[in-house]
């Protein structure tokens, strides 16, 4: 995504303070987001910031017991629960720098916000191709109203 912030020469410094973080692992509540139907105590890892070393031993354990590990978790999101029970959130760690589209970004992007998540569906394209088809758009399609995203999404 094209900086959002860019106008106002803002996005490079929401920018650095998620890549400033300092713990061994962050990743992303559910609590909030409209795409997660009410499981709000688990992870969604569309976002990830980890120290190099750890993360290596998380990878290390999947790739061992990868077999076991694919039968027994739904996602990767249960993996990553069970490995990392007290990861930090980064909601908690930097508020209102990532944004769930769904739950807060349909009409707009809320001001410094650094990184807008997309659920399985809509994705950017899928906004871009309703944007673009010149046809009238039916009440029920809530993304219509996303117009930041032919602004701002790039390919």
Not at 23 to 43: H, I, K, Q, V
Not at 101 to 106: A, F, L, P
Not at 111 to 119: M, N, Q, R, W
Request: charge should be negative.
């Amino acid at each position: 995504i094209r900086d959002a912030q860019e106008s106002r020469g803002l996005g490079d410094v929401y920018k650095r303070q998620l890549l400033s973080y300092q713990g061994n692992f962050a990743t992303l509540s559910t609590r909030g987001f409209a795409n997660e139907n009410e499981y709000a105590d688990g992870y969604n890892s569309s976002l990830m910031i980890w120290d190099a070393g750890f993360g290596h031993r998380v990878a290390d354990v999947f790739e061992e017991h990868k077999t076991s590990i694919c039968e027994y978790c739904v996602s990767d999101q249960e993996y990553l629960e069970m490995m990392l029970p007290r990861a930090d959130v980064l909601q908690d760690v930097f508020p209102g720098l990532v944004r769930e589209y769904k739950s807060e970004c349909v009409p707009c992007v809320p001001a410094k916000t650094a990184i807008v998540t997309f659920p399985l569906f809509p994705k950017p394209h899928n906004i871009l191709e309703v944007l673009n088809a010149n046809t009238p758009v039916s009440p029920d399609c809530f993304y219509a109203a996303s117009s930041w995203v032919s602004q701002l999404w790039i390919d």
